[in-house]
């Protein structure tokens, strides 16, 4: 599966659940347990989801507690990880 495919159920859906599923195609099929927020936009750019270059993302993780927590820093940069939740959360929006 593609990120073009697994997104595109969701494209009429918020910023917010986009993002997590993105993160969630990501730990899950690319096994990356953790994005940054440049990572993440370049797999929403991979999903082509308009406008993802200019998407305050960092904004949208944060206020998306519990479903994400912080995993850690890279450098100056934090990795997001998507919580138990969170997966909960992605698997009932793309069924």
Do not use: C
Not at 4 to 30: C, G, M, T, W
């Amino acid at each position: 599966m593609t990120i073009v495919e697994f997104l595109h159920p969701l494209k009429d859906n918020s910023i917010r659940d986009i993002s997590l599923a993105a993160l969630y195609f990501a730990q899950r099929y690319e096994d990356t347990s953790s994005l940054t927020v440049e990572s993440l936009r370049a797999v929403l750019r991979r999903g082509r989801i308009p406008k993802a270059s200019t998407l305050n993302l960092a904004d949208v993780l944060s206020k998306s507690a519990p479903l994400v927590d912080i995993g850690g820093k890279d450098g100056h940069r934090f990795l997001w990880a998507l919580t138990a939740t969170g997966q909960q959360h992605v698997r009932t929006l793309v069924k």
